[in-house]
């Protein structure tokens, strides 16, 4: 089994940036039969595919963040980052990292506000 858990601010502020880092378990990041991805999912809205890291280090990102979105990985301490800037408040949401849509963290909860 596949376990990942989502860690960074609850709270950040318009303009700024926000990190958040998966750590998984049970499982590599450098496998070649997982896609490694961040969602999330705003008040009263269905989830939204931000990004995937793929296996072997290649992304995919929403072409409607792309200017904004970056996911890196660590491969010595089995992480992936989501680095997402100039923030609004309609950024607001839970957001969550998973492994081929199969396995998923339990989402942690961005507010973005002053």
């Known amino acids: 089994q596949v376990q990942l858990q989502e860690s960074g601010p609850g709270l950040v502020k318009p303009s700024q940036t926000l990190s958040l880092t998966c750590a998984v378990s049970g499982g590599s990041i450098t496998k070649n039969y997982f896609g490694w991805s961040w969602i999330r999912q705003p008040p009263g809205k269905g989830l939204e595919w931000m990004g995937t890291?793929?296996?072997?280090?290649?992304?995919d990102y929403s072409p409607s963040l792309k200017s904004r979105i970056s996911i890196s990985r660590d491969t010595s301490k089995n992480q992936f980052s989501l680095q997402l800037s100039s923030l609004t408040p309609e950024d607001t949401a839970v957001y969550y990292c998973?492994?081929?849509?199969?396995?998923w963290g339990q989402g942690i909860q961005v507010t973005v506000s002053s």
């Open positions: 998973n492994s081929d849509y199969k396995f």
């Open positions: 890291i793929h296996y072997d280090g290649k992304m």
